[in-house]
């Protein structure tokens, strides 16, 4: 991005953090995604036990490879030979977890994060369950509101997701939804998170650039 392109992403980002704040959000602004690594430092303790929702935007910003080597207690989904019974015992596990990192599929210009999976598994811990939840969000994420974030979702972030887990969903073939109801599809379960009870819990971490689908 150009000089001009970043000052006006940041401005927007500055508002966005000001609605998640008045939706009772913890949020943290960084410009680019190598700032990201020393905002999870200071909120995960080394013993702790941490899980991770499916996420490209973990894997760019290098949290995944940090998690492997920071002294918590890394439930790692990705970790190689694991079983599907493993992964799903990983799955069921995040509820009693300390932290919980994932991304989010859209953030409304008034501080809502829109998200929908297929299994449930990350929207479902995201909700309740792990004691903390850190959200990894870069600007490409933003949209005008609820009905915005759910065209994004079918239009952008499915069937790229869709292709990457090498899905045979209509999406995948066409790239854009085709409103199926294909045994595979990852669109299934809609959450939206607005105003927090526990400002505590939710920490939203905004980069001032394009990160995941």
Same mark, same amino acid.
């Given at each position: 991005?150009?000089?001009?392109?970043?000052?006006?992403?940041?401005?927007?980002?500055?508002?966005?953090?000001?609605?998640?704040?008045?939706?009772?959000?913890?949020?943290?602004?960084?410009?680019?995604?190598?700032?990201?690594?020393?905002?999870?430092?200071?909120?995960?303790?080394?013993?702790?036990?941490?899980?991770?929702?499916?996420?490209?935007?973990?894997?760019?910003?290098?949290?995944?490879?940090?998690?492997?080597?920071?002294?918590?207690?890394?439930?790692?989904?990705?970790?190689?030979?694991?079983?599907?019974?493993?992964?799903?015992?990983?799955?069921?596990?995040?509820?009693?977890?300390?932290?919980?990192?994932?991304?989010?599929?859209?953030?409304?210009?008034?501080?809502?994060?829109?998200?929908?999976?297929?299994?449930?598994?990350?929207?479902?811990?995201?909700?309740?369950?792990? @004691?903390?939840?850190?959200?990894?969000?870069?600007?490409?994420?933003?949209?005008?509101?609820?009905?915005?974030?759910?065209?994004?979702?079918?239009?952008?972030?499915?069937?790229?997701?869709?292709?990457?887990?090498?899905?045979?969903?209509?999406?995948?073939?066409?790239?854009?939804?085709?409103?199926?109801?294909?045994?595979?599809?990852?669109?299934?379960?809609?959450?939206?998170?607005?105003?927090?009870?526990? @400002?505590?819990?939710?920490?939203?971490?905004?980069?001032?650039?394009?990160?995941?689908?």
């Amino acid at each position: 991005m150009d000089k001009n392109t970043t000052a006006a992403g940041a401005l927007r980002m500055q508002r966005l953090a000001k609605a998640l704040e008045g939706n009772n959000f913890n949020v943290v602004c960084l410009d680019s995604k190598e700032q990201v690594i020393p905002a999870p430092e200071k909120l995960i303790r080394k013993g702790e036990t941490v899980s991770v929702g499916g996420s490209m935007t973990l894997f760019e910003c290098g949290v995944i490879d940090w998690l492997r080597g920071c002294g918590c207690q890394f439930h790692d989904r990705y970790a190689p030979g694991l079983t599907p019974e493993q992964t799903a015992d990983i799955f069921r596990g995040a509820f009693t977890d300390d932290v919980y990192l994932t991304s989010t599929n859209a953030v409304t210009e008034a501080g809502e994060l829109v998200n929908m999976d297929g299994n449930g598994n990350r929207v479902a811990a995201m909700l309740f369950g792990p @004691k903390r939840v850190i959200v990894i969000a870069g600007m490409n994420k933003l949209v005008a509101d609820v009905p915005a974030a759910f065209a994004r979702i079918r239009e952008v972030a499915a069937p790229a997701n869709a292709l990457r887990l090498g899905l045979s969903t209509p999406c995948a073939a066409t790239g854009r939804c085709m409103n199926c109801d294909s045994l595979g599809k990852i669109c299934r379960k809609a959450t939206i998170m607005g105003s927090q009870g526990d @400002k505590q819990r939710v920490t939203v971490i905004l980069v001032n650039e394009a990160l995941g689908y």
